[in-house]
Structures are given as structure tokens and as C-alpha cells.
């Protein structure tokens, strides 16, 4: 009897593992199915979040570039630091921001803050380089030389 009690239980035992390699095998495929698609889906997650840091980078570029969003701070010394490294008398800083000689002293001695559409004009001129400064100043003589002669 020992004879088949064993047989039988070999028997079994091997009908039961493949049996459970069958089912195993299974959910090995849907395992590795969902790890791809969790993968696929961090990708996306990757894309989709660098896309907005460049949108939300593009958008503050934009609207520092003269949108009155993001209001620009007003330093007098740094105006004069600025009139300064473009080698420009007061008066003709004024000329290139298109206000009065007058304005210029009272902002750079701190007697009166320029308005935001004033603030957006000396935000343009901080990129101005010494050359292109007196460039526009000459172009602007011209203009105004033509202009006088009509």
C-alpha cells in the first residue's frame, strides 16, 4: 500500500504545480503588462511636467519683458548707476526715456518715483549698451533736425 500512497501523492503533487505554474503564469504576464504601462505612464508624467515648467518659465519671460503683471522695483541709485555706465548727462538719459532732464534728477534723488509705463521705458534701457545709447541719442537729433527744417 505504501507503493501507491506514494505514487498517488506524486502524482498529485505534480498535477498541482502545473496546475499553479498555469495560474502563475498568468499573472507574471499581467504583472509585466502593468509595469510597462506604469512605465510608459511615468514617462508621460515626465514629459507633461517639464512641459510646464517651460510654459510657466516662457510665461514669466513674458511678462517681464514690459507687461505691467509683475511690477518692477524702483532703486534711484540704480538709475544713476545706469545713466552712469551709458555715459549719459541727465539730460539726455531723458531724451532716450522720453521725459524731462527734471524727472531724472527728482527720481535719481529720490524726490519722485517714475509711473509704471516710465518703470516698462528704463526696463528697456538697462539692455542698452554705451555705443547703442548714444546711437539712438544721435538718431534722435536727426529725427528732430528733419523735423525742425519741414
Known amino acids: 500500500m505504501a507503493n501507491l500512497a506514494s505514487l498517488l501523492k506524486s502524482e498529485i503533487t505534480r498535477l498541482a504545480r502545473r496546475e499553479v505554474k498555469a495560474q502563475i503564469d498568468q499573472v ?7 509595469r510597462r ?24 519671460v513674458a511678462t517681464k519683458k514690459g507687461t505691467d503683471a509683475t511690477p518692477t522695483r524702483f532703486v534711484a ?16 538719459f531723458a531724451k532716450l526715456a522720453g521725459v524731462s532732464g527734471q524727472s531724472v534728477y527728482n527720481w535719481e534723488n ?14 528697456s534701457l538697462r539692455s542698452l549698451g554705451k555705443r547703442e ?17 519741414r
Open 28 to 34: 507574471r504576464k499581467a504583472s509585466s503588462t502593468h
Open 37 to 60: 504601462d506604469i512605465a510608459a505612464l511615468k514617462r508621460q508624467v515626465a514629459l507633461l511636467s517639464r512641459q510646464v515648467k517651460s510654459a510657466s518659465a516662457e510665461r514669466r
Open 77 to 92: 541709485k540704480g538709475l544713476k548707476s545706469l545713466r552712469t555706465r551709458l555715459d549719459l548727462s541727465a539730460e539726455a
Open 110 to 123: 529720490r524726490k519722485s518715483i517714475p509711473g509704471p509705463a516710465q518703470r516698462a521705458v528704463l526696463v
Open 133 to 149: 545709447a548714444h546711437t539712438r541719442l544721435e538718431q534722435m537729433a536727426l529725427a528732430a533736425r528733419k523735423g525742425k527744417k
